[in-house]
RNA sequence: CGGGCUGUGGCGCAGCUUGGUUAGCGCGCUUGACUGGGGGUCAAGAGGUCGGGAGUUCAAAUCUCCCCAGCCCGACCA
């Protein structure tokens, strides 16, 4: 099961881009496509992801796709952080542009040329906006979901009076939507904290990331939610008038989940037959297949089908039976649709169909009557148990070691805990020598550290995708 | 930009080191029969100027040279 191949991904994740099912084959250069099915999970998320963000008191906006370049340049960290990978606009409407744009790669710098403009008083603070967008950077490697030229996210960008409100507010997208997201939705836990200034965004102050384990023992990162400090504030004037008439520059976050977390879903719970989906996110949640129409069974799978969908649950009636059983199974198992329902002759003589369970595999006989609420249960139980599963896996590849040599060792396979005093920068260039990179900092107890330069700081270090 | 690899029916590959009948195999496809509770079985078929060019040779998928195309690994990263 997902053994690691150096960096290759597992032959089922091969095969079902071979097949189309999810994607166009490879990123190529160009342009991420999302086939239908994988963007049906993109749109669960979505749907997800929204209510949390906007439970977190940000409204949706959306801005131009291309940027002048010379905004990019008004923040030194930034766009020296970014050039290497922008897609510039030299020509347009049939001549050479005065001055090139750039494809959006964050949109950080569009949205505070407007946030300048809006924000006057204290009165105006915070402004919470959260955008759904796509966005392109010419990485040198692209990688199926995990980082393709273009994809698709949604990108916040908030303005606040205080440094303390914009700590609290990044930290509050990192728990309440990222977080509670990843594990509540995607049943995948993962371990939050501040980045190393070496792996901090570029223009940001500090940078608190969500890490995954894949189920290779890699990590991945899922998520990020950033303190700006004042840095574009300042480069972009954005400020307000305070209770006592003073002109001051806003402090600001921005945060961002992508198209990544499609990949991260399908690495972290897949198996050797292909997908393993949370109900949560399963844009099918039951398949229910018929194996012959022979006696009314087709009768009756319409009708398991029209109760299920009755109580809410999202499910297919699969009645091809043109088709072999074998294949249609294969299939289903291959989305990692998390339950089947197989209503065949032989059962229904004796008032039963068959429940399988995508998670564990496991099939078990139920009656007709009972098999509805069976479903809604094994939904639940399946949700449930991809999280344990994935979170024994990451605790139990996951080591204290007391030295860079011993966490590099760690990290063939899995992670490692490091007291952060051991590794320093010094340390840290040494394991991205090795391969291996400081995925986020903690405090011993695992809680979220106020900064990174707190004392007896634990460093989880690993390989990542 | 460095390092490595591959081009052979629709798809995936073997054959090449050591040149030799008619270039094989799996999947897919066509036809028929039997099947049908996990990608079925049996039988009969269709389908290839071996990436392109030049050369060596009695003889080239195989050896030599040139060209073309694609892929993988490293640096970058949501």
């Not at 970014?82 to 347009?92: D, M, Q, R, Y």
Request: proline share 5%; aromatic share 6%; net charge negative.
């Amino acid at each position: 099961m997902l053994t690691p191949r150096g960096q290759d991904f597992p032959k089922w994740y091969q095969d079902v881009v071979a097949k189309g099912e999810l994607a166009d084959n490879g990123p190529v250069r160009g342009t991420m496509v999302i086939r239908p099915y994988a963007f049906a999970l993109w749109e669960r998320m979505q749907a997800e992801l929204d209510r949390r963000i906007k439970q977190a008191g940000a409204q949706n906006a959306y801005f131009p796709l291309f940027i002048p370049e010379s905004y990019l340049r008004r923040e030194a960290d930034h766009v020296e952080g970014f050039s290497p990978e922008l897609a510039v606009v030299t020509h347009a409407g049939g001549k050479e542009l005065d001055e090139p744009v750039v494809v959006r790669p964050t949109s950080e710098t569009m949205v505070n040329s407007s946030f300048a403009k809006w924000i006057q008083s204290h009165r105006d603070l915070p402004l919470l906006i959260n955008q759904w967008a796509n966005v392109v950077r010419w990485e040198l490697r692209p990688r199926l979901f995990l980082r393709t030229t273009e994809f698709l996210w949604q990108e916040g960008h908030t303005a606040h009076a205080t440094r303390a409100d914009a700590t609290a507010y990044a930290e509050r997208i990192l728990r309440d939507v990222y977080e509670d997201f990843m594990v509540e939705v995607l049943a995948i836990p993962v371990l939050t904290g501040p980045k190393t200034a070496r792996e901090r965004f570029a223009g940001a102050i500090n940078t608190l990331t969500c890490e995954a384990m894949m189920g290779d023992g890699k990590a991945l990162q899922m998520g990020t939610s950033h303190e700006l400090g004042q840095n574009f504030a300042r480069a972009f004037d954005i400020t307000y008038s305070d209770e006592h008439g003073e002109r001051t520059h806003v402090w600001q976050t921005s945060w961002g989940v992508s198209t990544r977390l499609v990949g991260g879903l399908i690495m972290a719970h897949g198996d050797d037959a292909g997908l393993r989906l949370p109900p949560a996110v399963a844009p099918t949640q039951v398949v229910v297949l018929v194996v012959r129409d022979e006696a009314g069974v087709a009768e009756t799978a319409a009708s398991l089908g029209r109760e299920l969908a009755g109580t809410g649950v999202r499910v297919v009636v699969d009645d091809h039976i043109d088709v072999g059983f074998g294949r249609r199974s294969v299939d289903w198992e291959l989305k990692g649709v998390p339950v089947r329902l197989e209503v065949g002759p032989r059962d229904l003589a004796e008032g039963r169909v068959t429940l399988v369970r995508r998670v564990d595999g496991t099939k078990e006989p139920v009656t007709v009557a009972e098999a509805p609420g069976r479903v809604v249960a094994a939904l639940a139980e399946a949700q449930r148990s991809l999280l344990v599963e994935a979170r024994r896996r990451r605790e139990s590849s996951t080591i204290d070691v007391e030295t860079v040599e011993d966490a590099i060792e760690a990290a063939r396979s899995g992670w490692a805990r490091v007291p952060w005093a051991v590794v320093g920068d010094e340390g840290e260039n040494h394991l991205a020598g090795k391969g291996v990179t400081v995925r986020c900092l903690q405090r011993a107890d695992g809680g979220l550290p106020a900064s990174g330069d707190e004392a007896d700081l634990v460093a989880v270090v690993g390989r990542a995708y």
